[in-house]
């Protein structure tokens, strides 16, 4: 893992909001992105991916909330998955237990695929937003709105 941060500064999110706004609409005719680095002849070579992982870190940052980088490939331990997720560790623990999240054992501990955990969280995001998107329509359709 890299780069956590709890909160940016003011500073650093209006500096995002800045680089978002410029990114924004960016899209590379290829497979790559050609940036030049200021004060410097230099070109460096982006892939497409990338500039999509740029965007959203920025676009988290901008909006005042901290960003951690963590490989897909990456084992976590429950500690670091709650910490993730914003729970208590007995409750990823549960988690795993009733078959939620993907983990393996080692040892007595258990190791989390930093991939199997972005996957449930993808997950429930989905499941989130469908449900606020049913609650609108029953209020829409209940006159409350």
Aim: proline letters at 3%; hydrophobic letters at 45%; glycine letters at 6%.
């Amino acid at each position: 893992m890299s780069a956590a941060h709890d909160q940016p500064t003011v500073v650093e999110q209006e500096q995002a909001r800045q680089a978002l706004q410029l990114l924004r609409d960016v899209d590379p005719a290829g497979e790559t992105l050609d940036v030049t680095v200021a004060g410097t002849a230099e070109s460096v070579h982006l892939p497409r991916a990338a500039l999509e992982l740029i965007r959203e870190v920025l676009a988290n940052m901008a909006a005042g909330q901290g960003v951690t980088v963590v490989p897909a490939h990456a084992e976590l331990t429950t500690q670091q998955a709650a910490q993730m997720l914003n729970v208590s560790r007995p409750h990823v623990i549960k988690l795993l237990d009733e078959g939620h999240i993907e983990y393996r054992m080692v040892g007595r501990h258990r190791r989390i695929l930093a991939s199997s955990l972005l996957a449930y969280q993808r997950t429930q995001l989905g499941a989130s937003r469908a449900a606020a998107d049913e609650l609108a329509a029953l209020t829409e359709d209940l006159g409350l709105y």
